[in-house]
Nanobody, 115 residues
Framework: VQLVESGGGLVQPGGSLRLSCAAS????????MSWHRQAPGKERESVAV????????NYPESVEGRFTISRDNAKNTVFLEMKGLRPEDTAMYYC?????????WGQGTQVTVST
């Protein structure tokens, strides 16, 4: 299993970014996928979850209405569209899946929201 994130960067408050996570090594369309983030000195937290078929999503209140998770099962890719970014969204963002009782994380992509 391999997860490779991309799309992070520096953005001003109020800006937008689209993260991508390319997956390989497993039957992508059969598994729930999620995005998590970890800011310095803080615990890693989930920011978006999507069902295997892509017909169900879930977000914490902190990002509800600003973040949108989606997936393309034909391309084995999961996305995180982030709008209205705030300085408190600054963190390393990770793609995650649990396959056959094993947890897999990507290497992460840094998102920095600052003027």
């Amino acid at each position: 299993v391999q997860l490779v994130e991309s799309g992070g960067g520096l953005v001003q408050p109020g800006g937008s970014l689209r993260l991508s996570c390319a997956a390989s090594g497993f039957t992508f369309s059969a598994y729930v996928m999620s995005w998590h983030r970890q800011a310095p000195g803080k615990e890693r937290e989930s920011v978006a979850v999507i069902s295997a078929a892509g017909d169900s999503t879930n977000y914490p209140e902190s990002v509800e209405g600003r973040f949108t998770i989606s997936r393309d099962n034909a391309k084995n890719t999961v996305f995180l569209e982030m709008k209205g970014l705030r300085p408190e969204d600054t963190a390393m963002y990770y793609c995650f899946c649990r396959v056959k009782n094993q947890n897999y994380w990507g290497q992460g992509t840094q998102v920095t929201v600052s003027t």
